[in-house]
């Protein structure tokens, strides 16, 4: 069973950055997994942020289009979420989920069988 884990959340004001990470677990892969960052915010259910397919290509929702970067590093085993241009409505937990695939990306979180367990994201001034 895949094991993810995010970090890199925390306070940043609007127009700021923050980069996100998604890291296997020990003894994981992440070669021939989708992977895609998802969001909550408090009273509104899980929102697709952004995907990038196991050969690299990336994906994105119409809101964050321009403002974020999905990228993957196979030999750490991690996927980055960079989150430039920051705003109020940003603000959410944010979640990295797992897929197996070959040739395959969705923004659907119930397509996802793995999920860490969350980070924390606010925008405020």
């Known amino acids: 069973q895949v094991q993810l884990v995010e970090s890199g959340g925390g306070l940043v004001q609007p127009g700021g950055s923050l980069r996100l990470s998604c890291a296997a677990a020990?003894?994981?892969?992440?070669?021939?997994?989708?992977i895609a960052w998802f969001r909550q915010a408090p009273g509104k259910g899980r929102e697709g942020v952004s995907c990038?397919?196991?050969?690299?290509?990336?994906y994105y929702a119409d809101s964050v289009k321009g403002r974020f970067t999905i990228t993957r590093d196979d030999a750490k085993n991690t996927v980055y979420l960079q989150m430039d241009s920051l705003k109020p409505e940003d603000t959410a937990v944010y979640y990295c989920?797992?897929?197996?695939?070959?040739?395959?990306?969705?923004?659907?979180?119930?397509?996802?069988?793995?999920w860490g367990q969350g980070t924390q994201v606010t925008v405020s001034s």
């Open positions: 989920a797992a897929e197996v695939s070959f040739d395959w990306w969705s923004l659907r979180p119930e397509e996802y069988d793995y």
């Open positions: 020990s003894g994981f892969t992440l070669d021939y997994y989708a």
């Open positions: 990038v397919k196991s050969d690299g290509t990336p």
